[in-house]
């Protein structure tokens, strides 16, 4: 397995832009897929995004198109969210997370390692 540890979460306001990021330990981080979940207060947990292993593919959820970015830096363990045009339905705690499987439409429950996840509020 690998940890993650996430950071970059804050409050902005609506409109803005926020760059998350996932620290990762251990050799095998480039053979993961990695993906970022956010869960909302009283909402189940849900995908934003993946990428493979390589870096090469992404995926996205509709919410997530177009505004959210997944990038990876396998040289140093790190994978990143960019986040622009931020709206008061994004605050969440977001959570990166790394599966064995495939980055096309990933399930929950394909991921076997997760952060400690890290607070987005969009508030004006």
């Known amino acids: 397995q690998v940890q993650l540890v996430e950071s970059g979460g804050g409050l902005v306001q609506p409109g803005g832009s926020l760059r998350l990021s996932c620290a990762a330990s251990g050799r095998t981080f480039r053979t993961y897929t990695l993906g970022w979940f956010r869960q909302a207060p009283g909402e189940e947990r849900e995908f934003v995004a993946a990428?493979?292993?390589?870096?090469?593919?992404?995926y996205y959820a509709d919410s997530a198109k177009g505004r959210f970015f997944i990038s990876r830096d396998n040289a140093k363990n790190t994978a990143f969210l960019q986040m622009i045009s931020l709206k008061p339905e994004d605050t969440a705690v977001y959570y990166c997370?790394?599966?064995?499987?495939?980055?096309?439409?990933?399930?929950?429950?394909?991921?076997?390692?997760w952060g400690q996840g890290t607070q987005v509020t969009v508030s004006s």
């Open positions: 990428i493979s292993a390589s870096g090469t593919n992404t």
């Open positions: 997370a790394a599966s064995s499987g495939g980055y096309y439409k990933p399930k929950s429950a394909d991921f076997g390692s």
